[in-house]
């Protein structure tokens, strides 16, 4: 199949919706096992014990414990609101921020950070006067400021509007019973099919009737997941997840050259994006390359940097150790697909 879809069904008994491209599976999102503690959930809860030496502390919530890292100004008891920011690591507490987002597919509103912004990835002029246009226009809560995403640059300005309203209307909501009670839960993280309606790019094909899944592959393609290899016409790619970190290896095919090991990493490293992404992974990647010269790195580097890039799981290059890999920190936005598969 040319072109984009997606596919919205349940697997693994939870729901998930699968973006394909060109035939290919390009995304995934998954549901975890309970609706607690997705990220962007917003709770309001009691300050715990700190943690001496780290400048954080754990909260108390009625789903369990929050783990706050910038915890200056806190004292244990207070209230405060905080939102889950990622996925906590196995028998650890999610980690929770002060900075608040209320997060639209056309617009993002920001509690103590006023002001009225675009996205710079809106180049034309009009579709910039337009916008700000609407922002003029906009009421919003004393002390929230407001962020126009790239997907209003083509959306209808009645559209923009009504979710500004809807958006405006929960912040609302939230920020008035955040200031006093016991600890609870005030909004719900998004579901795996609410990030990819307000995330995914538009397609002109989006089936979620039961069985889309079947109709589209994406079983397979899911199951194809459980190998951690990935095969590519420069090597081969393994991504492993332990406990402590994501090991990758690069491998050149037949050939143990610096040549040819520099064109296996930079097939490898356009590759690896996509191959964390359907396979929910974060936190620190270290990427064990083929054979590589030193004066290669710096190409290797921003052949990273550009792969990294142009995926929407924020990821930043840590640099290389004494042994010659590349490390990586990624934030965990996606729920891990190995823990529901084995």
Known sequence: ?????????????????????????????????????RPGAIYRAKAGRPLKGQGGMILETPDGPLFLRHAKGVAQGD???????????????????????????????????????????????????ALQGILNGVELPEGIGIVLRTASGAAENLDVRDEIAHLADIAGKV?????????????????????????????????????????????????????????????????????????????SSGSSSTAAGLKANLAALRALPRALR?????????????????????????????????????TALAGWTPLGHMECLRKRERFPLHEVMT
């Open 1 to 37: 199949m040319i072109g984009s879809a997606i596919s919205m069904d349940r697997i693994f008994g939870r729901q998930a919706a699968a973006r394909i491209v060109d035939g290919e599976l390009d995304d995934l999102l998954l549901d975890p096992p309970d609706d607690r503690m």
């Open 79 to 129: 209230t405060v609101l905080v939102q889950v920011s990622t996925y906590a690591e196995r028998e650890k507490a999610a980690p929770a921020t002060h900075r608040i987002l209320f997060k639209g597919r056309h617009a993002m509103l920001t509690p103590g950070a006023p002001g009225r912004n675009i996205s710079r990835t809106i180049m034309d002029q009009d579709r910039r006067d």
């Open 175 to 251: 920020l008035n019973e955040s200031r006093s009670g016991k600890p609870a839960r005030l909004l719900d993280g998004p579901s795996a099919t609410e990030m990819a309606l307000r995330d995914w790019p538009r397609s002109s094909v989006l089936d979620d009737k039961p069985g889309s899944f079947a109709r589209f592959g994406v079983d397979e393609m899911i199951d194809a997941l459980r190998s951690p290899h990935v095969m590519l016409g420069e090597g081969s790619l393994v991504v492993e997840p332990t406990r402590a970190l994501v090991a990758v290896d690069v491998n």
């Open 278 to 314: 359907l396979r929910g992974l974060g936190g620190q990647i270290v990427i064990d390359l083929a054979p590589l010269a030193k004066r290669d790195r710096r190409r290797v580097e921003d052949a990273a940097k550009s792969a990294f890039r142009a995926c929407p799981v924020d």
